[in-house]
């Protein structure tokens, strides 16, 4: 494995993890919001307060996390098509002639 391809599955990992933290997160205050207040919860549409409140924090943590683990993805999966070496991608060309 190509030595950028180790850094970027360690970004990946770094960024998936903390994404589960942030998702767990927010899905834990929405369930104390839910407690402290079931009709906001009812609906499929969440309130999520004003920019400075707690949910709103973690709605936004998650979601920036959420945008980094796509960067990351995508750098990973760049990152495995082209750091081939060169016998890798060589092809093997035979052509047929018939002699008479």
Known sequence: MHPDQFAARRAFMRAYTAY????????????????????????PIWQIGSPRSRLRRLYEARSHALDLLTITHEQLRHGQTNHRTPRETRRLRITYREFH
């Open 20 to 43: 589960l933290s942030a998702d767990l997160a927010w899905r834990t205050g929405r369930e104390e919001a839910a407690s402290f207040a079931p009709e906001v919860g009812s609906g």
